[in-house]
Structure formats: structure tokens, C-alpha cells
């Protein structure tokens, strides 16, 4: 039986934990030639070769900041002449920082807009110039529901996360022409290790405020990556999807 990607060439960013690292496990598990992107040299190589067998395919790490231009432009050739073409980019990168209005490290904050926006615009530029010649693909946002409602003491991540919103809506109407489909996904509250850092102390509080009653799976994050990466979702194309459980911010 063919699996949901089986055979798509897919650039996943930021896949060396987390939420990344599921989507990247996804993708494999579907099938996918997967291109795992992270900073930290050989992190992921035991893991890359391990997920590689287990799912009988491919998953190759590809170890590079993102903010980079040039390492960006050497990756993404790299990968068109090793497998010809890129059928999806999952942007998924991010970094976040927790700040009221009045305390705003600025700094923090140019940080942040040169990770979760203009790295990922320029990564969605280099591949999208590989898709328009295969006249298909798919790139895939990492957004937050925080980007679409606002949150308190957010102000900074919020920012970033609504460029990302607006920045998706804007490349799906360029680039739909050429059969490429730009979506995004915001995610409410994940129970990833990170996340359950931060709220310690405040698991319950935060809890409330989720209408379901849980946080979210990265497996629940990454069934909709591979949703939009598959041709299931071949007429879908500049959306956000809230996977967020009635989060009342």
C-alpha cells in the first residue's frame, strides 16, 4: 500500500526536537525523503540513521542556521541535485520569548522577526524557485493561534507569528499560479519538553484555559504537516489551520 508521501522530497527546518522532530518522524513514517534542518552539528545523525531503518526510507540531516543567506542557498541546491527536485518546505524554526509591553528587550525582538520572519521568507524564496520549475509544491508555516488572537504578555511572538500569517496569505496569491500551495498551522498549547518548562508551576492554570481540556499531541501538529504536504490537500492553498483545542486566550 503507497503511504501518504511516499516518494516526496521534504526540507523540514528546525527538526532536531520538539515539534520539528515529530513532523520530521511524520514525513518519514509516510514515506517522505526527508532533509532534516537543524544548528548543532551531528545532532541528529544517530537519530537520522535510526528513523531511516525503522521507516524504510530516507532521512538525511542538514545541519545549517537558517538566517544564513548563503548556507541557505547551498542547501537548497544541494538538494535539488541530489534528488532533482522539492516537493515541501516545512517551515518550522522558531524561537520565543515571554515579555509584557513595557519590558521588551528589543534586541530579543529583532532576533526573533530575523528568525520566524525573514529567514523563513527567504528560505520560501530559494525553494520556491525549485517548485515553479516543477510547476508544483507545497511550503508549509508555522504560525500560532497567538498570531491570529493575540495573548498577554506575548506581544513580542505574537508580532512574528501574525507576519507569518500575512507573509503565508501573501505567497499562496504568488505563487498559486504555478501549482505551489502555501499554507500554515497554528498550534494553541503543545505538550512539548520546552513547553512544559516554561509553565512549570502553572500546568493546571494554563490547562484551564483550553476548552478540551489537554494540550495538544506534536503528533496532532504534525498530522496536519503531513496533510498539507500530501495531494490530499491539493486544492487547498493559503490557510491557517488553528490546531488549538478552543484555546480562550
Known sequence: MERLLENKVCLVTGAAKGIGRTIAERYAKDGAFVYANDLKEGEMDEWAKELSERENTTVVPLYFNICDFDAVVKAVMRIKKEQGRIDVLANNAGIVTYEPLLLIDFDKLRKMFEVNVIAMIHLI?????????????????????????????????????????????????????????????????????????????????????????????????????????????????????????????
Not at 530559494?126 to 520549475?133: E, F
Not at 505563487?175 to 498549547?189: C, S
Open 125 to 249: 524564496q530559494m525553494v520556491s524557485k525549485v517548485m515553479k520549475r516543477q510547476k508544483s509544491g507545497s511550503i508549509i508555516n508555522m504560525a500560532s493561534i497567538v498570531g491570529l488572537k493575540g495573548a498577554k504578555g506575548q506581544l513580542s511572538y505574537s508580532a512574528t507569528k501574525g507576519a507569518v500569517i500575512s507573509t503565508t496569505l501573501s505567497a499562496s496569491k504568488e505563487l498559486a499560479e504555478y501549482n505551489i500551495r502555501v499554507n500554515a498551522v497554528a498550534p494553541g498549547m503543545v505538550a512539548t519538553e520546552r513547553f512544559k518548562n516554561e509553565i512549570e508551576g502553572r500546568f493546571e492554570e494554563r490547562l484551564q484555559s483550553v476548552g478540551m481540556g489537554r494540550f495538544a499531541d506534536p503528533e496532532e501538529i504534525a498530522d496536519v504537516y503531513s496533510f498539507f504536504a500530501s495531494d490530499r490537500s491539493k486544492y487547498v492553498t493559503g490557510q491557517v489551520l488553528g490546531v488549538e483545542g478552543s484555546f480562550a486566550i
